[in-house]
């Protein structure tokens, strides 16, 4: 992807925060009461170039670079930490395809997908397979130049939305190298959805199964060869674990911005919250904290950008640290807000209940530092 100047990337992240706060921040709370998904505004993101941040421009992306992805979500994270996470998920479909995908295939599907008047669903988790995705069972069979694609898929974002979904399905032999990625159509005939999960955030986007009865699609709808799935998988997860520690520290730094202006104003024992040093000290952890978060998200960006080797364990370490720092934060902001922070007008409390996902999804933090330990021993080994 190309680079961009400071500048640039600085009018880039204005417009975005200008979107996040005219579109997303005024009806956050309502959409999380509501559980709305709301697919308008997802549209008006994609005619800013949302939908495809990483796409190649051919094909409607923004042709942006890691890096400023990573300023975009945090941006977007301040105005809803859900639907910031949700874009992320279909940036992850999207630069799927256009990564490994044909020419045919990119033509076919990315134009939709960039504009976001298409929307798209990563299938990778199962009932029975959270973090040993390579033990997935949903099966795709060939049958002639066809697949019939039998299984269920767990925990799927947009599902019953979107109009692709990128399914890993076993091909082959068990294990990691029998598992192709398969672009399955929304209305295909034996394509359902459970219903909407209840969950304890990320309410403004739909969680549903995807279950795949006996589906059919041409194996012009793989991406890549048989058995490169699970390669796939874990290269779009890579960014994916970028993203969502983005969106964390967005929802956290709105937190702290938050936190900081109300210790100022609210009073106890004569006089400001502010002027107690143990509530100094507290904002000064959160700070400093959400700077090493960036740091790391950043630095783990640029690794992404040069394709370096080591890319897999510094976007691993990055989403572990800034997961877990910004839903330490926000918990924090929560609690400088006393009473107030529990009471969901202000805020601090959905975005508390969001952000803790962010330490199990994408992979979970016991993973990261699985990924991360497992290079050290590497290098050393």
């Known amino acids: ?146 697949y019939i694609i039998n299984g269920v898929k767990q925990f799927i974002s947009g599902a019953g939305s979107s109009a692709l979904y990128v399914v890993m399905a076993r091909t082959g032999e068990p294990g990691s190298r029998g598992i192709s990625a398969i672009v399955v159509p929304d209305g295909a005939p034996g394509l359902s959805f459970g219903p909407n999960e209840e969950k304890m955030g990320w309410n403004a986007q739909p969680t549903r199964q995807v279950i795949l009865d006996g589906v059919r699609v041409p194996v012009s709808h793989r991406l890549g060869d048989e058995g490169d799935g699970f390669a796939i998988a874990m290269k779009g997860l890579n960014g994916g674990r970028v993203n969502m520690g983005a969106c964390s520290l967005g929802g956290a730094q709105w937190a702290l911005e938050r936190a900081t202006r109300y210790v100022q104003e609210r009073e106890a024992f004569g006089a400001s919250l502010a002027t107690n040093q143990s509530v100094v000290f507290t904002l000064a952890d959160m700070e400093t904290e959400l700077q090493a978060a960036r740091a790391l998200l950043e630095r783990a960006a640029a690794k992404m950008d040069e394709r370096a080797p080591d890319t897999a364990a510094a976007c691993a370490l990055a989403k572990r640290f800034a997961t877990d720092a910004a839903f330490v934060a926000a918990n924090a902001a929560l609690q400088l807000h006393g009473g107030y922070g529990y009471l969901k007008e202000y805020g601090v409390e959905r975005v508390v209940r969001d952000l803790r996902v962010h330490q199990i999804l994408e992979g979970t933090n016991e993973i990261m530092r699985l990924i991360v330990g497992r290079s050290l021993l590497g290098k050393t080994g």
């Open 1 to 146: 992807m190309g680079s961009t100047t400071l500048e640039e990337r600085t009018a880039i992240v204005e417009a975005v925060r200008d979107f996040a706060q005219a579109e997303l921040a005024p009806h956050a709370s309502r959409w999380d009461a509501e559980k709305h998904f709301p697919i308008d505004t997802l549209r008006l993101a994609g005619s800013m170039g949302l939908g495809g941040i990483y796409v190649r421009e051919d094909v409607g992306g923004a042709g942006l670079s890691r890096l400023d992805a990573v300023a975009i979500f945090e941006e977007l994270a301040k105005g809803d930490t859900t639907i910031a996470a949700y874009i992320s998920i279909h940036n992850m479909v999207a630069w799927m395809i256009d990564d490994f995908g044909s020419d045919e295939q990119r033509e076919q599907w990315l134009p939709g997908l960039t504009s976001m008047n298409a929307l798209g669903s990563y299938c990778l988790t199962e009932p029975g397979a959270g973090s040993d995705a390579a033990a997935i069972t949903t099966s795709a069979m060939r049958d002639g130049d066809d």
